[in-house]
């Protein structure tokens, strides 16, 4: 049975139709990765999936379960930036959730439970790398650093959704190489299903098990928004057998740079 | 090198930024010489001596009547007023500011009334204040609160509406009610917009203390000013002014270095005035 279903999800912004008749079918434990044209709605399709915004119709089952409405700790999340708390430190950005968990009142916990939420915060710093970093505060840290931060946060709450808006799209080739296989380790450990977006088709290829194109079947020149974009490629990559794919990925990748 | 890259060195940025200041007392002290040597008693420009001997007099003898020493008592009434009244508008700018920013339906309920209500010109609103709350200190304060508040609302609501969705949406996945969210995303993020809130309303809020100090009070540095006007005492007019500036400028820089000193996060990246 899978895990997360989307059925006929479409959406629209006033007249703009975004997304029209995505309906998908996923395991647990897949690494989908999304790609698409600028603009074409994946972050749209994955606010949906988070439950940030509700689709103009269609809906999303996860587990044989409707949606919950809004975001909660089933669905960890990695947004390009901002993702992480300005005001907090490294280590006090890792200790929050705990700190959530253990007081409804404050939000803040103190003696034996802030040790333990310490801890647990300094075990996660180790995993990501960032333990050299703890006192400082996102603003101090490289790009890199901060969404190392970022991933580290969204998986305290051992979310069994991760979804993923260019989360290394800022970074430089090598940081993005780190960060691609911090990323498959702990989606090894964690056993989670993965949502990813990127405009690095290579990088989608690379990670995904299964890997999703975003694109419009239809198109009206007279009236750009009377259609949306749907799934037009779903892909199940199998990484022992790359060449199979390799001239869909070749394609894909032409048909980018012939767009820019 | 293009203009917009240049920076002064920093005993370059103290002489520039002194510039001004030595050339306004320049023109004052030549203005002041031309008048007195066409009339040896004139009132408009007194000289340095005769502003220094007329402040040390509001300051260092004590009344004759009163046997008070009349700068401390007007600085002292004027800066109780000014700090109730910024403390009330700052309460209500962070409750209201929350509710607004917060709580789309805090929004809808609150966001309309104080838009209207910070149109209203508080000047106009005074002799409300004096009629309902009567000549005392009240109305003073209340005067500096209508003055104030709205517009530190809005500012304090806007901050929230301004930090990231991304921020907001994280904290849901990570499990935060609104409640904690609030006390624990949101308010910190607040406190360095709060003060800087009260930076800006402390502009308009010396305004309106001055206003209605001028118009019924028997100390403060407003009043003082303007019983001093109908024997045109320039000579105490003019220090007081630049009591008040020296006054609004130390709260100003002290706030400013608050903010920096408690939430030195918010301070990280860019320049701040
Ligand atoms: N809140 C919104 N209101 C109106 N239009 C929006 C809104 N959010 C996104 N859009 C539009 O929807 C389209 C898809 O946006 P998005 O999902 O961000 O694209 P992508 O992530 O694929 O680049 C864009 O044309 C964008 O302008
Ligand atoms: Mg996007």
Redesign the pocket.
């Known amino acids: 049975m899978s895990f997360v279903t989307a059925r006929q999800i479409a959406v629209s912004?006033?007249d703009?139709l975004?997304l029209e008749r995505v309906s998908l079918e996923v395991q647990k434990g897949a690494f989908v990765t999304i790609v698409?044209a600028?603009?074409?709605?994946?972050?749209?399709?994955l606010r949906i999936l988070l439950g940030q915004e509700q689709p103009s119709s269609g809906h999303v089952e996860i587990d044989g379960h409707p949606m919950a409405p809004e975001p909660d700790p089933e669905r960890g999340v990695v947004f390009q930036k901002y993702s992480v708390f300005p005001h907090l430190t490294v280590l006090q950005n890792l200790m929050l959730p705990f700190e959530l968990e253990g007081s409804a009142f404050l939000g803040r916990v103190f003696g034996a439970r802030k040790r333990e939420a310490r801890d647990k915060a300094q075990a996660m710093m180790e995993t990501i790398g960032l333990a050299h970093a703890a006192k400082r505060f996102p603003a101090q840290l490289s790009g890199g650093m901060q969404q190392r931060l970022a991933i580290g946060q969204a998986l305290l709450k051992r979310p069994k959704i991760m979804l993923l808006d260019e989360p290394f799209g800022a970074l430089d080739p090598g940081t993005r190489k780190d960060m691609q296989a911090l990323l498959l380790e702990l989606w090894r450990e964690t056993g989670m299903t993965v949502f990813m977006?990127t405009h690095d088709i290579q990088e989608a290829f690379e990670l995904g098990t299964r890997l999703l194109v975003?694109d419009k079947v239809r198109h009206d020149p007279q009236y750009p928004n009377a259609y949306g974009a749907t799934v037009t490629y779903d892909l199940p990559l199998d990484h022992g057998e790359r060449k199979k794919t390799a001239a869909i990925e070749a394609a894909l990748i032409q048909s980018q740079t012939d767009k820019a | 090198m293009r203009l917009i890259n240049r920076k002064p060195t920093r005993p370059a940025r103290v002489a520039l930024g002194a510039l001004p200041f030595f050339l306004a007392i320049l023109a004052y002290a030549i203005g002041s010489a031309i008048r007195r040597a066409e009339n040896p008693a004139d009132k408009l420009l007194p000289s340095f001596e005769a502003i220094a001997a007329a402040f040390s007099n509001m300051a260092f003898v004590a009344d004759r009547r009163t046997g008070d020493y009349l700068l401390w008592v007007d600085t002292f009434a004027s800066l109780e007023r000014l700090a109730i009244g910024m403390a009330i508008a700052a309460f209500l700018a962070l409750v209201l500011g929350l509710l607004i920013g917060v709580l789309p339906i805090g929004r809808a309920l609150f966001s309309p009334f104080v838009s209207a209500f910070s149109l209203i010109p508080p000047i106009t609103v005074l002799p409300i204040l004096f009629i309902v709350l009567g000549l005392g200190e009240a109305a003073k304060i209340g005067l500096v609160v209508v003055g104030t508040a709205p517009l530190m609302i809005r500012a304090l609501g806007q901050a929230i509406l301004d930090i990231p969705r991304e921020q907001i949406v994280k904290a849901e996945t990570l499990g935060a009610s609104t409640w904690q969210m609030t006390m624990r995303v949101i308010l910190p993020q607040l406190w360095p917009h709060l003060i800087r809130a009260v930076r800006l309303g402390l502009v308009p809020a010396w305004i309106f203390l001055i206003s209605a100090e001028a118009i019924a009070s028997t100390e403060g540095l407003g009043y003082r000013i303007f019983l001093v006007r109908r024997y045109l005492a320039m000579d105490v007019i003019i220090p007081y002014v630049l009591w008040i500036t020296l006054l609004a400028y130390a709260i100003d820089r002290a706030l400013a270095l608050l903010s920096k000193r408690l939430f030195g996060w918010a301070h990280l990246a860019g320049e701040s005035l």
């Open positions: 912004y006033g703009a975004i698409g600028s603009g074409c709605g994946k972050s749209t399709f977006v975003f």
